[in-house]
């Protein structure tokens, strides 16, 4: 982008943005010879600059053209300008000062790097020429400020500025879901579409957990220690498209220490995405802190901590369940284990069971047999836990899921 020469002064002001070309694009129109234009689409074609000679009727050319304004600029990438004062008179000028500010809706940058300090001189036909570089890291309106100062032979002090706007769009939607295990762990499902009018290829979506947790990648096709890719190695997503990327967080061992830590943490972390657009320009988006809505557990949580994934039926399993008491009061509980017709499995032991005093904060592990009499997924259910201070029973179903078999049945 130009700005016009200035009659009333030495110096003028050049201002070009720096990026990638693109790639020339042709429409070629053609038909038979035998039809009524004849050969002469097809002569137009072949004359147009943008056609690619061995592929005449391909959209795309063997030319290269760079951008005849700012163009787009999108969140997340650099914004690249060449900045060029020229002296286009016949005198001396002296002391020239350029100075380059970026202009946003909530702030002013100062961009000016390698003549931040004034130039003692400039001869006739020759310039000063400066590169300025900057992350954009707010959307809307953005607006480069230029100032040239300098002094004339005649010692007159001359000050001109020019003005370039451009706006400064949103690449990426970026939309999350969160899914709360029993055994502490969060899931987070992050959903990432292209707004950009162009494919981008994805280099990197990484999770910066906070500090209450460790991430696990789930995008691989081989699990939690597999390298490849589930969107394949080269993955590029077209305009308006989606992808779901999954990450598992798993609480940090010393955050155990104190229950009332993990009930109430809601802070995940922060999303890093770097992505490239068609001819390698790079872009990087961090989204703010991720956050999640904590769980309610009651006064007392049930939990379990070892299950077998299958169990064929009639063979009784053991299942380990925690018991946590969430509230601020000691609790005094009593086991009652509850078996209906409508399940699967049934419990196996004394029912009834004193459990003793348990207090806040503290928990305590509870190894349970139970025989599976049903075949298919099995949901277990039925576990009653009284507080003898408060005469409250809490009812606890659906603790888990398990598969039952049947090793006769192919």
């Given amino acids: 982008m130009e700005s016009g020469k200035e009659r009333e002064h030495f110096l003028a002001l050049k201002v070009m943005r720096l990026t990638k070309p693109t790639m020339m694009v042709s429409h070629p129109v053609t038909c038979d010879q035998r039809d009524l234009p004849g050969n002469t689409l097809n002569d137009i074609t072949a004359k147009d600059l943008a056609t690619d000679k061995e592929t005449p009727y391909?959209?795309?050319?063997?030319?290269?053209?760079?951008?005849?304004?700012?163009?787009?600029?999108?969140?997340?990438?650099?914004?690249?300008?060449?900045?060029?004062?020229?002296n286009d008179s016949n005198q001396v000028c002296k002391e020239i000062l350029v100075k380059a500010d970026l202009q946003?809706?909530?702030?002013?940058?100062?961009?000016?790097?390698?003549?931040?300090?004034?130039?003692?001189?400039?001869?006739?036909?020759?310039?000063?020429?400066?590169?300025?570089?900057h992350e954009v890291k707010e959307l809307g309106t953005h607006i480069l400020v230029c100032a040239v100062s300098y002094t004339t032979q005649s010692g007159e002090k001359l000050y001109f500025r020019k003005f370039f706007k451009f706006q400064v769009l949103k690449p990426l939607d970026v939309k999350t879901k969160f899914y709360n295990s029993e055994s502490d762990e969060v899931f987070l499902e992050a959903q990432i579409q292209n707004i950009t009018p162009g494919p981008?290829?994805?280099?990197?979506?990484?999770?910066?957990?906070?500090?209450?947790?460790?991430?696990?990648?789930?995008?691989?096709?081989?699990?939690?220690?597999?390298?490849?890719?589930?969107?394949?190695?080269?993955?590029?997503?077209?305009?308006?498209?989606?992808?779901?990327?999954?990450?598992?967080?798993?609480?940090?061992?010393?955050m155990y220490s104190e229950n009332k830590v993990i009930k109430g943490v809601t802070t995940i972390g922060k999303l890093d995405i770097v992505w490239r657009t068609?001819?390698?320009?790079?872009?990087?988006?961090?989204?703010?802190?991720?956050?999640?809505?904590?769980?309610?557990?009651?006064?007392?949580?049930?939990?379990?901590?070892?299950?077998?994934?299958?169990?064929?039926?009639?063979?009784?399993?053991?299942?380990?369940?925690?018991?946590?008491?969430?509230?601020?009061?000691?609790?005094?509980?009593l086991l009652v284990l509850q078996n209906t017709s409508k399940v699967g499995l049934l419990w196996c032991g004394i029912s009834g069971k004193q459990l003793g005093k348990l207090p806040p904060g503290s928990s305590l592990d509870l190894p349970l047999t139970i025989i599976p009499i049903s075949p298919g997924l099995q949901t277990i259910s039925g576990v009653r836990l009284t507080d003898s201070f408060l005469k409250r029973t809490y009812e606890l179903?659906?603790?888990?899921?398990?598969?039952?078999y049947n090793p006769e049945i192919e």
């Fill in 278 to 333: 068609n001819l390698g320009e790079v872009g990087r988006l961090q989204t703010s802190q991720l956050q999640r809505v904590a769980p309610g557990y009651g006064d007392i949580r049930l939990s379990v901590q070892a299950i077998p994934d299958a169990v064929e039926i009639e063979k009784p399993f053991s299942v380990t369940c925690r018991i946590t008491n969430c509230c601020e009061r000691e609790m005094d509980l």
């Fill in 200 to 254: 981008i290829y994805v280099e990197s979506i990484t999770l910066d957990p906070s500090v209450y947790y460790t991430a696990v990648e789930l995008n691989s096709c081989g699990g939690k220690n597999s390298n490849e890719p589930v969107f394949g190695s080269v993955n590029y997503i077209n305009p308006l498209d989606s992808r779901q990327y999954l990450y598992c967080l798993t609480p940090k061992t010393e």
């Fill in 104 to 133: 946003t809706s909530s702030q002013r940058l100062s961009l000016s790097s390698a003549h931040s300090e004034a130039v003692s001189e400039l001869q006739p036909e020759c310039s000063i020429d400066d590169i300025i570089h």
């Fill in 397 to 404: 179903d659906e603790i888990a899921q398990i598969f039952v």
């Fill in 58 to 86: 391909f959209g795309l050319g063997e030319l290269l053209t760079l951008p005849q304004n700012f163009g787009n600029i999108f969140l997340g990438e650099t914004f690249s300008s060449y900045i060029s004062v020229h």
